[in-house]
């Protein structure tokens, strides 16, 4: 489409783009911006934007009365022309009926015109460097108003009486707003070069802003009204993986995931700000902040995501097909809630490949191919295609920071020591078949290098005959898998 926008409406950066199919729309992304995978671009599959589908209500079918112009944030008109706080902090743009900022980037567009070097809440901004998003969101914004003939002058309050023009006043106080959070620790954004002093002062910031909201039975008023506007139930207390499924289906809906520095964050609209008192919150801290809007907190202990206990519940593609063929009946209960490797096709983290859990199984229908259904993945995979090799340090990190395993399905202790129980004697017989096999090319290879008079040999020879001896096959099958737990108070006792 010859006017389709050049950057992603998510991350503000170039790359390979899928346009939306809403007829007359010019936004296009990045698949791992909406959830997808890159597969989608050479799909003939039609896909439409979050900027098509009111932000409050979900309703698709009900025209748009306001969008964002920076952001996919839309409303019907319904919502539009109610008195809720979400339709109240908005800003139209002049000469334009339908079109105007949301709360979160009017404030970012106030910041950008400023070169502010601070957020409101003390996190530092870079305007200059184009490897944070504000700078790529000010360039994308510079070009808006070039485009459109706009000036920041022209932005203003929908609830302003003043009909002259002149909307200084209007401006000011909708500043005001913007930087309302700042109120008394507005004195901690200072210019000192002592990182140590700054990180200080941010530590006193994150300290005022502990929740003191009113609670409503057993939530906080800003967590209950979330959940409802969210349409869950909540006459009873919901669990954390049901809490957690709440904001991940949240953010995932509205895009909010933003991947940088080996870290995944969400971006806060109003709605999240109430619970996280800030504009974006690392995803491995939402259930600290969520903690303090809770009246009741489980104390449940957690399984670490550390290599050793992925070990545990690890399957790698051969032993899957292995399962299958000589485990007819239990296969899938066991290969269910275990973890495989799969190649990165979302490209969100720096690694080749990934960890993820599958979540269940199914059969495609055309030729009765069983499939893997993933956690996190919208599209079931064949299992040809799960790798065969041992993961990496680096891809364990990736999953520890992942929003599937921080939000939907964080495992507690027991859950992993029972799958570990449930796989540890096909674990451990597969890998000495393998340790085996590596033992043997070991002695080939080092035959090859320095001959019979290798002192390597009789090691490699001693650790075959250890592990071709029954007996040492049951000590490792007698072994009871540990599992390690998150370091926090509720689990000190392990």
Known sequence: MENSEDWCFICKDGGRLMLCDYEGCSKVYHPKCVGKSKSILKSQKSWTCRKHLCSECFNGSVAISFSCLCCTYALCHPC??????????????????????????????RLAESNSEYRPDGKRLDFEDRDTFECRFKECWEIMKENEGLTLDDVYSPNSNNDDGDDDDDHIEVHKSILGKRKAEEFIISDSDDDDHLQFQKSILLKKQKVEAKFIGWGSEPLIRFLQTVKKDTSKQLSHRDLGSAIYEYVIDRHFLEYTNKKTKVRCDYRLSKIFGKEEVDVVDVFSFLDQHLENVEETCYASIVTSNMKLV?????????????????????????????????????????????????????NDEILLELLGREDPISISLLSDCDFTEEECEDLQRSPEICLLRRHTIAEIEQKARELHEDITKDWIERELVRLEDCITHEKKQNGWISGALSEYWRKIEMLQQSSEHERRLKQVPQVIPERNKTCLFF
């Open 80 to 109: 539009y022309t109610s008195t809720t706080s979400a339709a109240s902090e908005l800003s139209l743009i002049r000469g334009k009926d339908k079109e105007g900022l949301c709360k979160e980037c009017l404030e970012l567009v």
């Open 314 to 366: 690890y399957l790698r593609r051969s032993l899957v097909e292995k399962l299958m063929l000589e485990q007819p009946e239990s296969w899938e209960r066991k290969v269910v809630g275990s973890f495989v490797r799969v190649e990165n096709v979302e490209g969100n983290n720096s690694s080749d490949h990934k960890l993820i859990q599958v979540k269940g199984i199914t059969k495609e229908d055309k």
